[in-house]
């Protein structure tokens, strides 16, 4: 499954490292991850991952394959 989730802000290289699955893109004051989710432990990885991190998560959703 591919998934896309928007965080609010730019996210810093150093960041961007902590999500080295996922490819990301910053546009319009948010930054996006994209990417591979393996299955639903993974993404629910992810998420907690953002949480650690203080990110705020704005939408996550799942691309069409």
């Given at each position: 499954?591919?998934?896309e989730?928007?965080?609010e802000g730019h996210l810093s290289q150093t960041?961007?490292?902590?999500f080295p699955e996922l490819e990301h893109v910053v546009m319009s004051g948010?930054?996006?991850l994209f990417g591979t989710v393996i299955d639903s432990a993974h993404l629910?990885?992810?998420l907690i991952r953002c949480q650690s991190l203080g990110l705020r998560?704005?939408?996550m959703?799942?691309?069409p394959e």
């Amino acid at each position: 499954m591919r998934y896309e989730i928007r965080i609010e802000g730019h996210l810093s290289q150093t960041l961007a490292t902590a999500f080295p699955e996922l490819e990301h893109v910053v546009m319009s004051g948010q930054t996006v991850l994209f990417g591979t989710v393996i299955d639903s432990a993974h993404l629910y990885g992810l998420l907690i991952r953002c949480q650690s991190l203080g990110l705020r998560v704005l939408e996550m959703r799942q691309l069409p394959e």
